[in-house]
């Protein structure tokens, strides 16, 4: 008995130090960039299109390098493309990136994240994001600025 029980514990402490996890899976480089946003699209302050506040998200890529995708659901001009990501300090851009959702590119320039920067609807403290944008199939060729609040999770400050 006892030649059968000791490899057995000896097996079962092994076990139990080898799966010890140091990796935090919810962990990303992104993390700071990253997130859910209430946002207007506007065009020298206007709300051209009539699309009042509607959801964009953040998110990182699947390489998990200085890249973030950059998507807006297809609730404005429907587009989800990459940009290049400065994590120190939360600025990002691009230049003529493919976009996902049709076929065109997007220019993306003074994209920032700014830290607590911004109130909810309730007046919660929240980061704040903007960007500028250009879509090569706009024939007018306007910049249009899309900027907003992180999503806070409370359904008070949901639009």
């Known amino acids: 008995m006892r030649k059968i029980l000791f490899p057995i514990l000896i097996i079962i402490s092994v076990l139990g130090v080898s799966c010890e996890k140091t990796f935090d899976p919810g962990t ?76 065109d590119t997007v220019n993306i320039a003074n994209g920032k994240v700014l830290p607590l920067a911004g109130k909810s609807k309730t007046g919660v403290k929240t980061d704040s994001i903007y960007l500028e944008v250009k879509f090569s199939d706009d024939a007018s060729g306007l910049t249009y600025v899309i900027s907003g609040t992180a999503r806070t999770g409370f359904i008070d400050d949901d639009y």
């Open 28 to 103: 990303t480089v992104a993390k700071k960039a990253a997130g859910g946003w209430w946002v207007t699209f506007t065009q020298n302050g206007n709300d051209i299109y009539g699309l009042g506040t509607f959801f964009l998200t953040t998110y990182n890529t699947s390489a998990s390098d200085d890249s973030l995708w950059v998507d807006d659901l297809q609730h404005s001009w429907g587009f989800k493309s990459k940009v290049q990501v400065n994590f120190k300090n939360l600025t990002f851009n691009n230049a003529n990136a493919g976009n996902d959702y049709i076929n």
